[in-house]
T-cell receptor, first 113, second 115 residues
Framework: AQSVTQLGSHVSVSEGALVLLRCNYS??????LFWYVQYPNQGLQLLLK??????LVKGINGFEAEFKKSETSFHLTKPSAHMSDAAEYFC???????????FGDGTTLTVKP | KAGVTQTPRYLIKTRGQQVTLSCSPI?????VSWYQQTPGQGLQFLFE???????NKGNFPGRFSGRQFSNSRSEMNVSTLELGDSALYLC??????????????FGEGSWLTVV
């Protein structure tokens, strides 16, 4: 069975500071991993995804994530937070055997001026 | 290219009633999945349809059902509504099956309030 754990339901950073959102996964096979962002009253939008190949994945809006198999992690980072980054972020794992995607509980990012 | 379209966006129903939500996927996408999002339970997978066949189902009671039409449009139905069914229902589409690592594209959701 696959599962996703997002550490910290709420993260608060100052504008210009580093953003680090943590995600650990469990999967019986090499996983596909995703980060999605959800702005208020909207659906989820893909930030980035890892399938195979390079373990450092760059996404939209300056975000990137690194797949670390030994740590079963896929943490999301951004060097400098912007006010517009305030949103809820979801990590997800997709397992070919399960035939579906499993989402974490989400992390709400607050950016302080 | 139009995104995933869900209708209605907002609705209020009474306990015991039933509701049907509609989803039009991105053109060419054959997989449509449904999720329930609530503050307490997060994002919960309901089911996935691919080429009119249900491929996967989450842990929801039989009151939750869905179908997919030949044009890939999908509907989900909830019968005998309960207060706990109040949630944001998200539809998502992908080119192929979710499990193959394909990107899922979400609609803006249908907000259901049960009173």
């Amino acid at each position: 069975a696959q599962s996703v754990t997002q550490l910290g339901s709420h993260v608060s950073v100052s504008e210009g500071a580093l953003v680090l959102l943590r995600c650990n996964y469990s999967s019986s096979v090499p996983p596909y991993l995703f980060w999605y962002v959800q702005y208020p009253n909207q659906g989820l939008q893909l930030l980035l995804k890892y399938t195979t190949g390079a373990t450092l994945v760059k996404g939209i809006n300056g975000f990137e994530a690194e797949f670390k198999k030994s740590e079963t992690s896929f943490h999301l980072t951004k060097p400098s937070a912007h006010m517009s980054d305030a949103a809820e972020y979801f990590c997800a794992v997709s397992d070919p055997n399960a035939g579906k995607s499993t989402f974490g509980d989400g992390t709400t990012l607050t950016v302080k001026p | 290219k139009a995104g995933v379209t869900q209708t209605p966006r907002y609705l209020i129903k009474t306990r015991g009633q039933q509701v049907t939500l509609s989803c039009s996927p991105i053109s060419g996408h054959r997989s449509v999945s449904w999720y329930q999002q609530t503050p307490g339970q997060g994002l919960q997978f309901l089911f996935e349809y691919f080429s009119e066949t249900q491929r996967n189902k989450g842990n929801f009671p039989g009151r939750f059902s869905g179908r997919q039409f030949s044009n890939s449009r999908s509907e989900m139905n909830v019968s005998t509504l309960e207060l706990g069914d109040s949630a944001l229902y998200l539809c998502a589409s992908s080119l192929l099956s979710q499990g193959a690592g394909n990107t899922i594209y979400f609609g803006e959701g249908s907000w259901l309030t049960v009173v």
